[in-house]
């Protein structure tokens, strides 16, 4: 069940697995891009075994703001999401990787893309493309062979699907089919249901503690089966449009109504 607290504006969702030495300062760097605002910070920690709960612990103590969910085993970054998803209380949920390569000064300009474009019912993403990514050279060749095959087989022309930083409605969020690693395909998922994909200018800055948690050759291997799964959930789409709720006539209508039938 969802905690009840006070109505927040948006919700920022961060999965962190062994992200010792990165809590407390992005903390402070969401803290600051909000300041003035109703937000809350949900922390999923996804099983560590490094310092990362502790540093957690500390942090709920004098971040009012801060809310922490800790799965008992590990579940991989998506099931993590999904899990402070199920739990967040905004109407617009933010996501950004644990390990302060996105900037939450960012964050500002994603929402306020998504409320400008959300109009008539229109369901938006913005989504951050990073403008000099600092990754190894290998890691950015893995994502231009990554982007080639999402372009060529999923249509997704995103320039950066895999960029963590993104803003969307949590209702939208929460239709999306779940799978593991469904946090790489979020533009061609949006996009399958109807919604509109915003592509936000956005910085990246390399890792100040920590390593990884990806292998690429482990990335390649998962990659090519989920890309098979996500070409069948876009051939298999509804086309579903608006839905409207018919309501009763009322009791006034219907009267004039049978009076102008009985004449
Ligand atoms: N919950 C969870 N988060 C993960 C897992 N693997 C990576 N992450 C988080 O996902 C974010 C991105 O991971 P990172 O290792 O920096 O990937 P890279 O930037 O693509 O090399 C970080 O916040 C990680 O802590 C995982 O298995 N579970
Ligand atoms: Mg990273």
Redesign the pocket.
Known sequence: MRATRNPVEISIL??????AGNIRPLIDEICSAFAGRQFEIIY???ASNDATADELSAALDTVPQLRVLR?TQ????S??IRSGLLQANGNLIGVL???G?NVPADFPALESSVIAASKDGKMVMAAGIRQRRA?SAM?LLASRGAKWVRASLLADTHPDS?C?IKVLPRTLFLQLPFFNHMHRFMPSLVRRHGGVVLGVPVAHRP?IAG????RILDRLLVGISDVLGVIWLLRRAPALGAVHEVMATPPTNKRTKSKKAAQ
Do not use: C, F, L, W
Not at 74 to 77: E, L, T, Y
């Open positions: 961060v999965p962190v697995m062994n992200e999923i920690d996804d799965h590990r579940a991989g970054q099931a993590a990787d644990g390990d390569q990754d890691r895999g963590g890792r390593t990884s948690k990806y």
